[in-house]
């Protein structure tokens, strides 16, 4: 920080310190009140939780094997989020070339798709699906699709500015030996920026698993309508173990995406 | 420079990823049915769909005003809600100031709630407490912990020592350590991350709204379910001003609260 907060008196500390406290605790009872919410409900209802738990106890993991179609789902979820995470991350890279300073010399080009990045970025995740399932029926097609376009909207801002934060200089010196705008992207930003590129991707694809769980509820299919329809008829122990399944997918791929990551930056 | 350069030996490096790649782009496109004839069919529905949300219902826009404002309470109760917990997880998983046993309980109980998405957690929530908001709210609070758990953790394992041992060396106990130490030092990034949060549980609490905790988008999805395309396409519009107006909102406001190694 440049310039020091001044001093205080320790009597105006505490007074300004009361002052949030006490807007923070009222806003807070405000809403609770609001939303009906009782923080005593969860103590004194407490026993509908342990009901459940005591439904889903134990796991019925022989589902597993039973039932082949949870395999499918599984594999079906996988590569939701993998071509999803591919094309959008793609996708997200096209468009940041377009949106950098540095390599979109038209400036109306650059504000369009600037737009567009916005744009995206705002469409909530349950617009996107909605449409999609419209436009290309219940399945897994359309769970890649919304990936895509959430990939793009998260990406693109991120890649445009590491493009933008690439080093001057190589960009310079190919561009003065007589490089085309084609060739300076490619032979001075891309090798500046692949490495930081493809780390967001395993990145985005950890993520991306998350998302596509999600969307199986809202008829993308996988392992998340699997787990949605176990719920919904209440077989609770299938549902634990579906639940179980798919925390462990996402634990292993966070530590596989996280030790890829390291290797690469 | 000779001949060998120019040869297939020099991309062989290359070769077997991208071969990999490629054939785990074609795997997972037939396990998910991707095909060039189904978006081209889907371009034009998608397309024919849109001219049915013209024009947006402007009478039922009033009504949408209270669910939308339902949204906006469930993710800022959350949010307080999750970063009062997410400390609590923090402090007992940071290695400086925390057992050892109680660090790696808090950090495995972190890393569970990071891998289990939120929503999954209201369709459990749903099932024990009913429909309505408080299990969504309740979902975006676990949700907290799970991410703000990790980074609350992380950046208090990077706070300066020096102060730590200053006030130790007078006489503190654990409790004023971590109230005179710990929290001034990381409060900046706290309320950095907590408005980051915020966004994200927006976003959330619209998506929530769809599977029974109500707000905005329960409005969405009912109306998309009940095929009153108009009404959806003014709920859309709704959604899309709030989810703007709060990302500019938090923007300016962690643009004036500059940390170093924030989020972005």
New interface residues.
């Given amino acids: 920080?440049k310039n020091p907060s001044p001093i205080l008196l320790p009597s105006v500390r505490y007074r300004r310190r009361a002052t949030v406290f006490v807007l923070?605790s009222l806003?807070?009872t405000g809403?609770?009140i609001?939303?009906?919410?009782n923080p005593l409900?969860l103590f004194t209802?407490f026993h509908?939780?342990r009901?459940?738990i005591g439904e889903m106890l134990p796991p019925n993991f022989s589902i597993l094997w039973t039932n082949k179609t949870i395999l499918?789902s599984v594999?079906?979820t996988?590569?939701?989020a993998?071509?999803g995470t591919?094309a959008g991350g793609t996708i997200a890279i096209c468009m940041a070339f377009l949106a950098a300073s540095n390599t979109m010399p038209l400036k109306l080009v650059r504000i369009f798709v600037r737009a567009l990045l916005a744009l995206e970025?705002?469409?909530?995740?349950?617009?996107t699906v909605?449409?999609?399932v419209?436009?290309?029926?219940l399945?897994?097609?359309a769970?890649?699709?919304t990936i895509t376009v959430t990939t793009v909207g998260t990406f693109g801002k991120?890649f445009t500015?590491a493009i933008e934060n690439a080093e001057h200089a190589p960009a310079e010196a190919i561009f003065s030996v007589g490089a085309t705008r084609w060739q300076v992207a490619h032979f001075s930003i891309l090798p500046q920026v692949l490495p930081s590129f493809i780390a967001n991707f395993l990145y985005a694809f950890d993520i991306n698993l998350?998302?596509a769980?999600?969307l199986g509820?809202?008829g993308a299919g996988g392992i998340?309508l699997q787990?949605?329809m176990a719920?919904k008829v209440l077989h609770?122990p299938d549902a634990l173990a579906l639940?179980c399944v798919?925390?462990a997918l996402?634990?292993l791929t966070?530590k596989l995406s996280d030790h890829l990551r390291k290797k690469i930056l | 420079m000779n001949l060998q350069d120019f040869s297939l030996r020099r991309y062989r490096k290359r070769l077997l990823p991208l071969s990999i790649l490629l054939l785990l782009v074609i795997l997972s496109a037939r396990v998910c049915g991707v095909s060039g004839e189904g978006l081209r069919s889907g371009i034009i529905k998608g397309y024919a769909f849109l001219g049915h949300l013209f024009p947006p219902d402007w009478a039922a826009f009033p009504e949408m005003i209270g669910p939308a404002f339902e949204s906006v309470v469930i993710a800022l109760l959350a949010t307080f809600f999750g970063v009062f917990l997410s400390l609590c997880f923090a402090l007992a998983a940071a290695a400086n100031i925390s057992y050892p046993w109680l660090r790696s309980l808090s950090r495995a109980f972190i890393a569970i709630e990071r891998s289990l998405p939120e929503i999954i957690i209201v369709l459990i929530l749903v099932a024990a407490f009913g429909l309505g908001p408080v299990p969504g709210m309740l979902a975006l609070t676990l949700g907290c912990i799970g991410m703000l758990g990790k980074l609350f953790a992380d950046a208090i394992e990077e706070i300066d020592i020096v102060t730590i041992e200053a006030i130790e060396a007078v006489g503190a106990n654990k409790g004023q350590v971590i109230v005179f130490g710990v929290l001034p030092q990381i409060m900046p990034r706290v309320i950095s991350y907590a408005m980051f949060r915020f966004e994200i549980n927006i976003r959330l609490s619209v998506l929530l709204g769809a599977v029974g905790a109500g707000g905005i988008g329960y409005e969405l999805d009912s109306a998309f379910n009940l095929l009153q395309y108009h009404r959806a396409f003014t709920a859309l519009i709704v959604t899309l001003l709030l989810v703007f107006i709060i990302e500019r909102l938090s923007g300016y406001l962690r643009k004036k609260i500059k940390v170093e190694g924030a989020l972005k």
């Avoid at chain 1, 970025?121 to 617009?127: A, H, K, M, Q, S």
Wanted: hydrophobic share 60%.
């Fill in positions: 920080m923070l806003a807070i809403i609770s609001y939303l009906n919410f409900l209802e509908y939780v009901d459940l499918g594999g079906q996988l590569a939701m993998f071509l591919l970025r705002i469409i909530p995740v349950l617009v909605l449409l999609f419209i436009a290309v029926g399945g897994p097609f769970g890649v699709l991120l500015e998350r998302v769980i999600g509820i809202f998340g787990l949605y719920m609770y639940l798919s925390t996402i634990m966070e």
